[in-house]
């Protein structure tokens, strides 16, 4: 969402569907702000509230509805191994949100990405996203993002150019890179054998980030794929070309 101001502002806020999302100054009297939606968005008509206040406290307000439509998603069990169980803990589970929040606590400013992403490799996808998991017989929320079938060591290349937040073993999602490509926008990659890249390393579309693995909280080797807005993980999918 581009937000246009009859003078430059200095401050813009934007708020939608129960927070507020940051908005990044693109030109003089411009700002940007990624919407993003997920299963646990409640469907219906919500309010999007952007204040703009300009230097000396002039500031104007623009109110528009959203209307989240509701999308059935599909659900799927999965049995683990016994042998995972203890990776399942919901200690595990929140010291994995922390090391990813931490990672991603200050993102580049400006649009890095290019429209659209490319798949980071050619495979068939085996779970889609927003698919409702279900593991030893207990829901554990919804899918994050695709899995990519490929042979164990296929290389993973980067979706676009970006830099490099996050390259390291996670508990759950195993050996994970997390690249910034500006304006809030981050993509994930997952359960991978090895890592290429390290943090701070500045990448660009195509360049191989890694090999496709089983590492973490996996039945097998694929690619997990995720794409994040502003904390928001979204369907990568539809960020393609197709
Ligand atoms: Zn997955």
């Known amino acids: 969402m581009t937000v246009r101001t009859p003078?430059?502002?200095?401050?813009?806020?934007?708020?939608?569907?129960?927070?507020?999302?940051?908005?990044?100054?693109?030109?003089?009297?411009?700002?940007?702000?990624?919407?993003?939606?997920?299963?646990?968005?409640?469907?219906?008509?919500?309010?999007?509230?952007?204040?703009?206040?300009?230097?000396?406290?002039?500031?104007?307000?623009?109110?528009?509805?959203?209307?989240?439509?509701?999308?059935?998603?599909?659900?799927?069990?999965?049995?683990f191994d016994p042998a995972l169980a203890p990776l399942l803990t919901r200690e595990a589970a929140e010291r994995e949100r922390r090391r990813?929040?931490?990672?991603?606590?200050?993102?580049?400013?400006?649009?890095?990405?290019?429209?659209?992403?490319?798949?980071?490799?050619?495979?068939?996808?085996?779970?889609?996203?927003?698919?409702?998991?279900?593991?030893?017989?207990?829901?554990?929320?919804?899918?994050?993002?695709?899995?990519?079938?490929?042979?164990?060591?296929?290389?993973?290349?980067?979706?676009?150019?970006g830099i490099v937040r996050l390259a390291e073993p996670l508990p759950l999602s195993g050996h994970a890179v997390l690249v910034d490509h500006g304006l809030g926008v981050v993509t994930s990659y997952l359960h991978l054998s090895e890592i290429g890249v390290r943090v701070g390393q500045r990448i660009g579309r195509g360049e191989i980030i890694g090999r496709v693995g089983s590492t973490g909280l996996s039945t097998g080797p694929h690619l997990h794929w995720g794409l994040r807005v502003n904390g928001v993980r979204v369907d990568p999918i539809p960020w393609t070309a197709r």
């Not at 429209?115 to 829901?139: F, M």
């Open 7 to 79: 003078v430059s502002a200095t401050r813009v806020k934007v708020h939608f569907a129960g927070r507020q999302w940051p908005a990044f100054p693109v030109g003089a009297a411009e700002w940007r702000t990624i919407l993003g939606t997920d299963p646990t968005t409640r469907p219906g008509r919500h309010a999007l509230t952007v204040e703009a206040s300009a230097a000396g406290g002039a500031g104007l307000v623009a109110r528009r509805t959203v209307t989240v439509v509701r999308v059935a998603f599909p659900r799927r069990e999965v049995t």
């Open 100 to 161: 990813v929040a931490e990672a991603l606590r200050v993102l580049h400013p400006s649009q890095l990405w290019a429209d659209p992403l490319t798949l980071p490799l050619q495979g068939k996808v085996t779970s889609g996203y927003g698919t409702l998991s279900i593991y030893q017989k207990q829901v554990r929320g919804f899918h994050g993002g695709v899995d990519i079938l490929a042979p164990e060591g296929t290389p993973v290349r980067s979706a676009s150019r």
